[in-house]
């Protein structure tokens, strides 16, 4: 398993690879990596099948839901699993576009994004 430090390099480069529609968005968010989903992902209603690895998580109020009270909240966050995803794709490139792939999908969330748009990005 590599670093911290080295898998926030390959975020960096996962980053840059995203439509620009994406990456502006991504100025609206943090990304926050762990090791492994923690109590931030109890609250997850995803129909995700508990045997599959959970490999990131949108905390936040999707753009479409927001309201004038949404203003001053904490911002919203991604978190991307660090050892699922190692896990998983242990060959870089791999790893690499999964965490593309999961970041796409998590800042879907924040647009309020259907599954139909992300395939026409390319993220299926």
């Known amino acids: 398993m590599m670093n911290r430090k080295s898998f926030e390099e390959l975020v960096a480069e996962a980053l840059d690879r995203i439509p620009v529609r994406f990456q502006a968005a991504m100025e609206n968010v943090a990304i926050v990596v762990k090791d492994r989903p923690g109590t931030e992902a109890d609250d997850d209603e995803g129909d995700d099948d508990p045997e599959e690895g ?8 999707p753009l479409p839901d927001r309201t004038a009270d949404d203003s001053g909240t904490v911002p919203d966050v991604i978190f991307l699993y660090q050892k699922p995803l190692e896990e998983d ?3 870089r490139e791999d790893l690499i576009r999964e965490i593309e792939i999961t970041i796409v999908h998590e800042i879907a969330h924040y647009f309020g994004f259907d599954e139909e748009t992300l395939e ?5």
């Open 120 to 124: 026409r990005y390319g993220y299926d």
């Open 89 to 91: 794709f242990p060959e």
């Open 54 to 61: 959970l490999y990131g998580l949108y905390q936040g109020v």
